[in-house]
């Protein structure tokens, strides 16, 4: 016989480990286990079986084959991977999970760890959103040691190949399936973070961003280990998705020992241009005058097709370099893992630093914009890139083209990428592609202005260059220029506006010498002008003055109005305005309020907006408020009162040569504010009775809390559950607050869904018909039956006014029955739907009243519950007597 406990006969063995993958085509993917285990101890693994994630609970597990093994000198571990492929079968979230017996013993903060299963996992997330994803790559090994009583710092030295964003945190160590689910590891019951094994609680905790753990301070002796989680984040479609995760598993073995760590000069996050060399130089001290190891980690020395490199001098230095190109551009920063080792100790202690290093694309080169006519195009070089790229790549890259009114001094720092907003700059357009290197601005250029432009190269994964230098040019006043549009008169068939332009005095008269003329052209709302309402006579010499024009009997009232100025010069039209229109005032009522909507289509720029207000019943219109924006909200009005505004918007070309300000009036608007804001919904309690079959209704007045103009309620109400809610009582009284569902019992049940409604005050709407405001429905709460059907087992139909007919003792909340009687032979001698039954002991068959003795019955109850009618079913006996003889059977 053999005895003993069962799991301790595996190998003792597993300190550390993670699962990591990569994307090969399609849906394939190559995984690397990764698992740091005890080298003194017999067992040893030639194989691991891993879930894919995909595999149905039960059945059997691929086996991956040992593809190395790498010794940790004075440690007592070995480094053992182990690689293999998996072809997925669409979409999904997949955890990949490698379990193995048993984890080395004598870890503190694991409770009989000797027993405790092995599992490491990690998530791969297949989306067509996100496209396929590559795991982070850890380039530090799972098992480090540490001092008691000295600071431990430690980084996993984890790469993204695909420049996601990476999230660090802190996780149990995991176990087997201890929730049996069949899915995965689960976190080993009564595990205890390393801190909390400490006395004191020491420190213990991991940077979010940078991925450095720290330890102040570990002050017990022995081994210990901790959950690192790395999830990765990308940006789709302007939001932030989690595309993945991998949980390693670390060990950190305290030790006894005198030494302090080294320390490593502070070096700030950099960015460096594509294309350029980059030399970095890196320092460290020891407290205790110990030699030093300097090393470095990170992307940039093995996960870039242009590598860098790092040289350590020997004394307490290093350098890093690189020239990376424009393969390594990209928006997420490369970090890289400096690493200060003290020597000649029993203990080796370390510090770290992590540098994010973002490589910029370089910008555009030789710029420059050409003004022709109303028109500037801008041209540039194709961004250098274009020959270090694929023909996707560039496809995939575009130039944002951005324009300011008059230059700006900009010298971006290191890292200042793209336009900031505080240089003026706006994005105009774009250019896909890198061989495009035109575009043409053709909106909202003014003459006499100065526009600038620069140029920022966007690359496939959004990152952004440097921008290119400055370049400026003048759009030439060889055009008329409409100053004023502006409402006279306001009426539906008599209404005038005022129009002025100024002359196109930087026109080429020898080219064009002349005789000269204008046409005006109109237009209803704001979708061109195209009939000549007004035209001058020709003149020899060039037109130096402005002209000005009143337009007369046409609808002001109800409709924008837009014009266009033509320029002709010998019969041969030259040039022509930007069309322009009128403010048109749009009136939206509220309570006790309006808003103006100014909507205009103008070539200039309206800075402010002066609102003007006309009491009711007449009289001068006054200044209420100003705006720089294109809309204004009156307050403080009365409801249902006629009110009158117009709007006076001063503009500017901001240019020398025409006149300044602009200033141009709407027409007048009147309308009447109307309450159209509901109020806030009541709060309700909703309590069921089912001795007295009612339900009580309670809900608090918003007056008390949000609103101000609550005058009552609505009660909904649906007997089933699901099914829409409809209007069951009205209250007029913004006090009324409380309400007793089926008081007078005529609805025969309590079960439903129940939920109130606030209305406000009862005003005339902007249509002329009175109407009141409604809020949305409180919450909806439910209360369900509580139905009892019970039935005698004797009754004596003899006619002496006692017990003469069988019913159901008091029942509630059924809606029917299927009530059948059967006599000892089987026979149907009675049944009805009726609830109340009302059974007088006659057989139905022959009319006759039934002979003493026992008969069955069957009942179907049909409950009225909130979920609609459900049968309960149950049967019995009735013994039927005529009250003086003994019951025969």
Same mark, same amino acid.
């Given at each position: 016989?053999?005895?003993?406990?069962?799991?301790?006969?595996?190998?003792?063995?597993?300190?550390?480990?993670?699962?990591?993958?990569?994307?090969?085509?399609?849906?394939?993917?190559?995984?690397?286990?990764?698992?740091?285990?005890?080298?003194?101890?017999?067992?040893?693994?030639?194989?691991? +079986?891993?879930?894919?994630?995909?595999?149905?609970?039960?059945?059997?597990?691929?086996?991956?084959?040992?593809?190395?093994?790498?010794?940790?000198?004075?440690?007592?571990?070995?480094?053992?991977?182990?690689?293999?492929?998996? %072809?997925?079968?669409?979409?999904?979230?997949?955890?990949?999970?490698?379990?193995?017996?048993?984890?080395?013993?004598?870890?503190?903060?694991?409770?009989?760890?000797?027993?405790?299963?092995?599992?490491?996992?990690?998530?791969?997330?297949?989306?067509?959103?996100?496209?396929?994803?590559?795991?982070?790559?850890?380039?530090?090994?799972?098992?480090?040691?540490?001092?008691?009583?000295?600071?431990?710092?430690?980084?996993?030295?984890?790469?993204?190949?695909?420049?996601?964003?990476?999230?660090?945190?802190?996780?149990?160590?995991?176990?087997?399936?201890?929730?049996?689910?069949?899915?995965?590891?689960?976190?080993?019951?009564?595990?205890?973070?390393?801190?909390?094994?400490?006395?004191?609680?020491?420190?213990?905790?991991?940077?979010?961003?940078?991925?450095?753990?720290?330890?102040?301070?570990?002050?017990?002796?022995?081994?210990?280990?901790?959950?690192?989680?790395?999830?990765?984040?990308?940006?789709?479609?302007?939001?932030?998705?989690?595309?993945?995760?991998?949980?390693?598993?670390?060990?950190?073995?305290?030790?006894?020992?005198?030494?302090?760590?080294?320390?490593?000069?502070?070096?700030?996050?950099?960015?460096?241009?594509?294309?350029?060399?980059?030399?970095?130089?890196?320092?460290?001290?020891?407290?205790?005058?110990?030699?030093?190891?300097?090393?470095?980690?990170?992307?940039?020395?093995?996960?870039?097709?242009?590598?860098?490199?790092?040289?350590?001098?020997?004394?307490?230095?290093?350098?890093?370099?690189?020239?990376?190109?424009?393969?390594?551009?990209?928006?997420?920063?490369?970090?890289?893992?400096? +690493?200060?080792?003290?020597?000649?100790?029993?203990?080796?202690?370390?510090?770290?630093?992590?540098?994010?290093?973002?490589?910029?694309?370089?910008?555009?080169?030789?710029?420059?914009?050409?003004?022709?006519?109303?028109?500037?195009?801008?041209?540039?070089?194709?961004?250098?890139?274009?020959?270090?790229?694929?023909?996707?790549?560039?496809?995939?890259?575009?130039?944002?083209?951005?324009?300011?009114?008059?230059?700006?001094?900009?010298?971006?720092?290191?890292?200042?990428?793209?336009?900031?907003?505080? %240089?003026?700059?706006?994005?105009?357009?774009?250019?896909?592609?890198?061989?495009?290197?035109?575009?043409?601005?053709?909106?909202?250029?003014?003459?006499?202005?100065?526009?600038?432009?620069?140029?920022?190269?966007?690359?496939?994964?959004?990152?952004?260059?440097?921008?290119?230098?400055?370049?400026?040019?003048?759009?030439?006043?060889?055009?008329?220029?409409?100053?004023?549009?502006?409402?006279?008169?306001?009426?539906?068939?008599?209404?005038?506006?005022?129009?002025?332009?100024?002359?196109?005095?930087?026109?080429?008269?020898?080219?064009?010498?002349?005789?000269?003329?204008?046409?005006?052209?109109?237009?209803?709302?704001?979708?061109?002008?195209?009939?000549?309402?007004?035209?001058?006579?020709?003149?020899?010499?060039?037109?130096?003055?402005?002209?000005?024009? %009143?337009?007369?009997?046409?609808?002001?009232?109800?409709?924008?109005?837009?014009?266009?100025?033509?320029?002709?010069?010998?019969?041969?039209?030259?040039?022509?305005?930007?069309?322009?229109?009128?403010?048109?005032?749009?009136?939206?009522?509220?309570?006790?309020?309006?808003?103006?909507?100014?909507?205009?289509?103008?070539?200039?720029?309206?800075?402010?907006?002066?609102?003007?207000?006309?009491?009711?019943?007449?009289?001068?219109?006054?200044?209420?408020?100003?705006?720089?924006?294109?809309?204004?909200?009156?307050?403080?009005?009365?409801?249902?009162?006629?009110?009158?505004?117009?709007?006076?918007?001063?503009?500017?070309?901001?240019?020398?040569?025409?006149?300044?300000?602009?200033?141009?009036?709407?027409?007048?608007?009147?309308?009447?504010?109307?309450?159209?804001?509901?109020?806030?919904?009541?709060?309700?309690?909703?309590?069921?009775?089912?001795?007295?079959?009612?339900?009580?209704?309670?809900?608090?007045?918003?007056?008390?809390?949000?609103?101000?103009?609550?005058?009552?309620?609505?009660?909904?109400?649906?007997?089933?559950?699901?099914?829409?809610?409809?209007?069951?009582?009205?209250?007029?009284?913004?006090?009324?607050?409380?309400?007793?569902?089926?008081?007078?019992?005529?609805?025969?049940?309590?079960?439903?869904?129940?939920?109130?409604?606030?209305?406000?005050?009862?005003?005339?709407?902007?249509?002329?018909?009175?109407?009141?405001?409604?809020?949305?429905?409180?919450?909806?709460?439910?209360?369900?039956?509580?139905?009892?059907?019970?039935?005698?087992?004797?009754?004596?139909?003899?006619?002496?006014?006692?017990?003469?007919?069988?019913?159901?003792?008091?029942?509630?909340?059924?809606?029917?029955?299927?009530?059948?009687?059967?006599?000892?032979?089987?026979?149907?001698?009675?049944?009805?739907?009726?609830?109340?039954?009302?059974?007088?002991?006659?057989?139905?068959?022959?009319?006759?009243?039934?002979?003493?003795?026992?008969?069955?019955?069957?009942?179907?109850?049909?409950?009225?519950?909130?979920?609609?009618?459900?049968?309960?079913?149950?049967?019995?006996?009735?013994?039927?007597?005529?009250? +003086?003889?003994?019951?025969?059977?």
């Amino acid at each position: 016989m053999i005895c003993g406990f069962f799991v301790s006969a595996f190998a003792t063995h597993n300190r550390a480990g993670e699962i990591t993958y990569r994307h090969v085509s399609g849906l394939t993917y190559e995984v690397t286990i990764t698992t740091c285990t005890k080298t003194s101890v017999i067992a040893d693994r030639t194989y691991l +079986k891993i879930n894919w994630g995909d595999v149905p609970i039960g059945a059997e597990l691929d086996s991956l084959e040992r593809t190395g093994i790498t010794f940790l000198g004075g440690l007592d571990a070995q480094i053992n991977t182990y690689v293999g492929t998996h %072809t997925y079968g669409g979409p999904g979230i997949f955890d990949l999970s490698v379990e193995d017996p048993n984890r080395n013993s004598g870890v503190l903060n694991i409770e009989n760890s000797v027993d405790q299963i092995f599992c490491i996992a990690s998530q791969l997330i297949i989306t067509p959103q996100s496209g396929h994803n590559n795991s982070v790559v850890l380039l530090n090994p799972a098992k480090e040691q540490a001092c008691v009583f000295k600071n431990w710092i430690h980084n996993p030295g984890a790469y993204d190949p695909d420049g996601d964003i990476l999230v660090y945190s802190l996780v149990p160590s995991m176990g087997g399936d201890y929730n049996e689910d069949g899915v995965g590891c689960d976190p080993i019951p009564g595990f205890i973070f390393p801190q909390f094994y400490s006395p004191n609680n020491d420190i213990f905790e991991i940077d979010p961003v940078t991925g450095d753990l720290t330890w102040v301070t570990p002050q017990v002796v022995g081994e210990y280990n901790v959950g690192i989680k790395i999830e990765e984040w990308r940006m789709v479609n302007g939001a932030l998705m989690k595309v993945g995760h991998v949980i390693r598993d670390m060990q950190i073995n305290v030790l006894l020992c005198t030494n302090n760590p080294p320390e490593i000069t502070a070096i700030a996050d950099t960015c460096i241009e594509a294309n350029s060399d980059f030399n970095l130089s890196v320092s460290a001290f020891d407290p205790d005058g110990d030699p030093i190891d300097l090393s470095a980690v990170g992307g940039p020395f093995t996960e870039v097709m242009h590598t860098a490199t790092f040289q350590d001098l020997n004394n307490g230095t290093g350098t890093f370099a690189w020239l990376p190109e424009c393969t390594e551009i990209r928006s997420a920063p490369y970090q890289v893992l400096f +690493k200060a080792e003290d020597l000649g100790n029993q203990v080796s202690l370390t510090d770290i630093e992590v540098v994010f290093i973002t490589v910029v694309g370089p910008p555009v080169e030789n710029l420059n914009a050409e003004a022709l006519g109303s028109q500037i195009t801008v041209a540039w070089n194709p961004n250098v890139c274009l020959d270090q790229f694929t023909p996707a790549e560039r496809a995939q890259c575009r130039y944002d083209v951005y324009r300011r009114n008059g230059p700006f001094d900009f010298e971006p720092s290191q890292c200042e990428l793209g336009l900031p907003e505080y %240089t003026g700059y706006q994005l105009i357009g774009t250019v896909n592609g890198l061989g495009d290197t035109t575009y043409v601005d053709s909106q909202g250029l003014f003459f006499g202005g100065t526009y600038c432009y620069r140029v920022v190269t966007r690359f496939p994964d959004g990152a952004e260059s440097y921008t290119s230098e400055e370049v400026c040019a003048e759009i030439r006043k060889d055009q008329p220029v409409i100053t004023n549009v502006s409402v006279v008169a306001t009426d539906a068939a008599n209404g005038e506006v005022y129009v002025a332009w100024s002359p196109p005095v930087d026109l080429d008269t020898e080219i064009f010498p002349g005789p000269y003329h204008y046409e005006l052209l109109h237009g209803a709302d704001y979708s061109g002008a195209a009939n000549v309402i007004f035209s001058t006579p020709d003149q020899v010499e060039l037109i130096n003055e402005d002209t000005l024009y %009143t337009h007369v009997g046409l609808n002001t009232l109800d409709t924008p109005n837009n014009y266009r100025v033509t320029f002709w010069s010998g019969g041969e039209l030259v040039s022509f305005s930007s069309f322009a229109s009128s403010v048109f005032l749009e009136l939206i009522p509220d309570d006790n309020q309006m808003t103006l909507i100014m909507n205009h289509e103008v070539p200039w720029t309206n800075e402010t907006y002066e609102v003007y207000r006309q009491e009711p019943g007449g009289g001068a219109f006054n200044l209420v408020g100003t705006a720089t924006e294109a809309m204004f909200t009156d307050t403080g009005l009365v409801n249902n009162v006629t009110y009158c505004w117009f709007v006076r918007a001063i503009g500017t070309y901001g240019t020398p040569g025409v006149v300044d300000p602009l200033i141009n009036d709407s027409q007048i608007a009147c309308g009447k504010p109307y309450d159209l804001t509901p109020p806030c919904a009541p709060e309700i309690t909703v309590d069921g009775d089912c001795e007295s079959e009612t339900v009580l209704i309670v809900w608090t007045n918003p007056n008390n809390s949000c609103a101000d103009d609550v005058m009552g309620y609505r009660l909904y109400y649906a007997p089933v559950e699901g099914e829409d809610l409809v209007l069951y009582a009205e209250f007029d009284f913004a006090n009324d607050t409380v309400f007793v569902f089926n008081e007078d019992g005529e609805i025969g049940s309590i079960a439903g869904c129940y939920a109130v409604t606030a209305l406000d005050s009862l005003l005339e709407g902007p249509d002329g018909n009175l109407r009141r405001n409604e809020s949305v429905l409180s919450d909806i709460f439910c209360v369900d039956n509580c139905p009892i059907y019970l039935l005698p087992n004797i009754f004596t139909p003899n006619n002496d006014g006692v017990n003469d007919v069988f019913i159901p003792y008091p029942y509630r909340f059924i809606e029917s029955v299927d009530f059948q009687v059967f006599n000892r032979w089987g026979g149907l001698v009675f049944k009805t739907s009726d609830p109340a039954i009302g059974w007088d002991g006659t057989d139905d068959t022959t009319g006759q009243v039934c002979t003493d003795g026992t008969y069955f019955y069957t009942v179907t109850a049909n409950t009225i519950r909130l979920t609609g009618l459900v049968p309960e079913k149950f049967s019995g006996t009735i013994q039927l007597s005529d009250g +003086k003889n003994p019951v025969q059977e």
